[in-house]
């Protein structure tokens, strides 16, 4: 069964902040991903892991950082919060699968920064 | 590079009817091919993919689609709809060469009683 968790789901938090959202993945994968995710537009991809101590930027520029010290959990932190970031942020995981690196996502964690 | 247009950010449906997503792709290479759903609060699921094994694919919940090379279209259908498929339905599109997948910008899909 493919397993991905985010937590937390909601959060609210003041502006200046440091957050971080947890994301893990039971499943062995060794690709992962942090998209963004507004509401009523595409998906995002803000940052990348092609597996242990291997991170990349994405297509959109964000103010967060990521790390993978270890294949199960890529976590996704916010230095100093501002209202810009509310959105949703959905964590993602990939297995080769001949080639087709089919996505499974997690349940998203929704921020809101006032 | 790839890119992908879906057609209407929101489709109307009554109950029982047919459904139609449209999606259109561009790839420079032989593509995959997915098509995503997201329910409110939710992560996307994946409904059903492209893999070159059979240009008509089915997925769950009774969608299916089929690929047409000619027309770079991979387009979801639903014989009838069910007040349950109302969600976010997303096409993505990705190449061999790549880990990384390109996302449509989603079509709400309402349903009617």
């Known amino acids: 069964e493919a397993d991905i968790y985010q937590t937390p789901r909601y959060l609210v938090i003041g502006t200046g902040k440091k957050i971080t959202l947890e994301c893990s993945q039971t499943?062995?994968?060794?690709?992962m991903y942090w998209y963004q995710q507004d509401p009523g537009m595409e998906l995002h991809l803000i940052h990348y892991?092609?597996?242990?101590?291997?991170?990349e930027k994405g297509d959109l520029s964000s103010e967060s950082t990521v790390s993978r010290i270890r294949t199960e959990h890529f976590p996704l932190t916010l230095e100093s919060a501002r209202p810009s970031h509310t959105s949703q942020y959905l964590c993602a995981s990939s297995e080769p699968g001949q080639g087709i690196y089919e996505q499974y996502f997690g349940p998203g964690t929704r921020l809101t920064v006032t | 590079a790839q890119s992908v247009t879906q057609l209407g950010s929101h489709v109307s449906v009554s109950e029982g009817a047919l459904v139609l997503l449209r999606c259109n792709y561009s790839s420079s290479v032989p593509p995959y091919l997915f098509w995503y759903v997201q329910y409110p609060n939710q992560g996307l699921q994946l409904l059903l993919k492209?893999?070159?094994?059979?240009?008509l694919v089915k997925g769950i919940n009774g969608f299916e689609a089929e690929f047409k090379k000619s027309e770079t279209s991979f387009h979801l259908t639903k014989p009838s709809a069910h007040m349950s498929d109302a969600a976010e339905y997303f096409c993505?599109?990705?190449?061999?060469?790549?880990?990384?997948?390109?996302f449509g910008r989603g079509t709400s899909l309402i349903v009617h009683p």
């Open positions: 492209y893999t070159s094994a059979a240009t």
């Open positions: 892991s092609y597996g242990v101590n291997s991170t």
């Open positions: 499943m062995g994968h060794d690709k």
């Open positions: 993505a599109v990705k190449s061999g060469g790549s880990y990384i997948p390109t």
